[in-house]
């Protein structure tokens, strides 16, 4: 079952989702034949709110900034971190996501100190550290909101699939920000683990939660 | 069976009471239903959704919209390719109502876009917003202000259906 995969194939595994059942199958035949450990027979089983990363493997640390200082992914090694790519700009997509992250974190009442939701601006021209701070707190005063350069941002982005690309908007738009939808659930070891799609149920992603922190 | 008619009786008048007490307007038969102002969170932005039935008789169109505390207001179309989430301002700016037919703008969706938005407007409170039409002319409803989300992705605020 060990074998070393590429960021790559991590991108590839997570970012297809119309190979989900596929992963499944070739998941269940290689438990049939390598008889291998229960937990990994219940996680393969589980229905999970979002695509779950098969083959979970490290996501690259990377430093962004917020308002009060630098960010780095590696702060929050211990937590269950959600990382959300996105912009202010966005009216319901991105501000959704974060009233479910929200909701998830009240929902688990002492559990919700176990994590961390990070939104990542991919607009970093319009959203500043300072602009990001006010909106984040807005949902809950524990989010984090940061960005930085391109490169940085592409930095985090790359290894997780995140796509964005801007394109040209109205007079009074000025341009809008075509971007991956997606909240990526990563472990306490850093590990990708479940990809939540924008209108993931509140209630399957606590779910998915606390099945985690059983699992520990 | 008595009681079964009176059963549908009784659900009949609910169902009546619960359409009369959302926000809707009619002006000829154009139904406006389940008016919501996406419009708490601090930010530039913001959106209106809403849910319009043609009963007119006529092909008729959503051609713009109005509401205090917005530099701009556009009609806009959102949709995801391949996990990626893509807005733009719908073709032509309008957004056709066929005769006959019910067009949701909701979450995740066609939308009413509030750009350079003023202030936020505080949750659960209402906001007139004025619809405007080729043919029904300018209709202003209340919306009522709600935060996105799941619990609002069939177009509900705060889980209270009013469309059945
Ligand atoms: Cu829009």
Redesign the interface.
Same mark, same amino acid.
């Given at each position: 079952m060990k074998k070393r995969l590429t960021v790559n194939d991590l991108r590839l595994a997570i970012?297809d989702?119309r190979f989900a059942p596929v992963y499944a199958f070739i998941l269940f035949l290689a438990i049939m034949i390598t008889g291998c450990g229960q937990t990994a027979v219940s996680e393969s089983e589980r229905e999970f709110a979002g695509a779950l990363v098969n083959s979970p493997q490290p996501v690259p640390d990377f430093t962004l900034t917020s308002a009060d200082g630098p960010v780095s992914l590696s702060d929050f090694a211990g937590k269950y971190v959600f990382l959300y790519f996105g912009y202010?700009?966005?009216?319901?997509?991105c501000?959704?996501?974060l009233?479910?992250l929200a909701?998830v974190r009240q929902e688990l009442g002492e559990d919700g100190d176990n994590m961390q939701v990070i939104m990542i601006s991919v607009d970093p021209e319009?959203d500043t550290p300072e602009v990001l701070e006010?909106?984040v707190a807005?949902?809950d005063p524990t989010f984090l909101g940061i960005t930085g350069s391109k490169e940085e941002i592409d930095a985090a982005g790359e290894p997780l699939g995140i796509?964005y690309e801007i394109?040209e908007?109205?007079?009074?738009?000025g341009y809008?920000v075509?971007?991956?939808?997606?909240a990526f659930l990563i472990d306490p070891e850093g590990n990708a683990r479940v990809a939540y799609?924008?209108?993931?149920?509140?209630d399957g992603i606590v779910a998915d939660l606390k099945w985690f922190l059983a699992q520990e | 069976m008595k009681r079964v008619s009176l059963l549908v009786l009784l659900l009949l008048i609910v169902s009546l009471a619960a359409c009369a007490s959302s926000d809707s307007a009619e002006s000829g038969e154009m139904v406006i239903e389940n008016v919501q102002a996406?419009m708490?969170?601090?930010?530039?932005?913001?959106?209106v959704w809403v849910k319009i039935t043609n009963n007119t008789g006529q092909d008729d169109a959503l051609i713009g919209a109005e509401m205090a505390g917005c530099?701009?207001i $556009?009609l806009?179309n *959102?949709f &995801?390719e391949?996990?990626?989430?893509?807005?733009?301002?719908v073709e032509g700016g309008q957004i056709p109502i066929p005769a006959g037919e019910t067009v949701e703008l909701k979450?995740?969706g066609l939308?009413i876009?509030?750009?350079?938005k003023e202030a936020?407007l505080e949750l659960g409170s209402s906001i007139d917003v004025a619809l405007n039409f080729t043919n029904a002319g300018t209709m202003t409803v209340s919306a009522t202000v709600v $935060?996105?989300?799941? *619990?609002? &992705?069939d177009g509900d605020s705060g889980g209270m259906k009013m469309d059945n």
């Open positions: 970012y989702l202010t700009f966005c009216p319901d997509v501000p959704g996501t009233s479910n909701a319009r006010k909106y807005h949902f796509f394109h908007g109205s007079a009074a738009s809008l075509d971007h991956t939808a997606r799609p924008h209108d993931a149920p509140r | 996406n708490a969170m601090p930010s530039d932005t913001g959106s530099g701009a $556009e806009h *959102m &995801m391949n996990d990626v989430m893509i807005m733009r301002e979450q995740g939308h876009m509030c750009i350079g936020p $935060e996105p989300g799941t *619990m609002n &992705m």
